[in-house]
């Protein structure tokens, strides 16, 4: 990967090798949603996609995700906008913003463990969707994002 690519290249210039290591591994985007159907607004839960791995807050299988999870959220270039409800502290949604990456990134801090003992993870409060029954799903909201 180019030196510090993140601070001199757009998001568009980046190489699939680059783009995929800002991914800082949080998690947050393999939380389940729910959607407001009427005002458009997402419910975001403590409910952590079947497939993430919470421990590491990876996928366990990233490579065939779509075939598992037909909802997975496949994030690029040409879509980033629409996924409004990413938070804050993602890295694609900052350098789209025009701000730094957080100072416990990896790319940052050379250290993936960082955003973990930083609690910037979901390490710390996800459970897994095969501990939570459909019907139970709306008990685990934890955000709710206004539809823009």
Request: proline residues 3%; glycine residues 4%.
């Amino acid at each position: 990967m180019r030196e510090r690519f993140w601070e001199r290249f757009s998001l568009q210039e980046l190489d699939d090798e680059e783009w995929e290591a800002l991914c800082d591994g949080c998690g947050l985007c393999c939380l389940l949603k729910l959607e407001d159907e009427e005002s458009g607004d997402v419910a975001t839960l403590n409910v952590a996609c079947q497939l993430l791995d919470i421990d590491t807050c990876r996928c366990s299988d990233y490579e065939n995700r779509f075939e598992h999870v037909p909802g997975c959220t496949k994030l690029t270039r040409d879509n980033l906008a629409a996924f409004h409800w990413l938070p804050a502290s993602c890295a694609y949604r900052r350098l789209a913003e025009g701000r730094k990456l957080a100072a416990w990134h990896p790319l940052i801090a050379g250290d993936a463990q960082r955003m973990h003992r930083k609690q910037k993870s979901v390490r710390h409060f996800a459970v897994s969707e095969c501990e939570v029954a459909d019907e139970a799903l709306e008990d685990h909201i934890i955000d709710i994002i206004p539809c823009q």
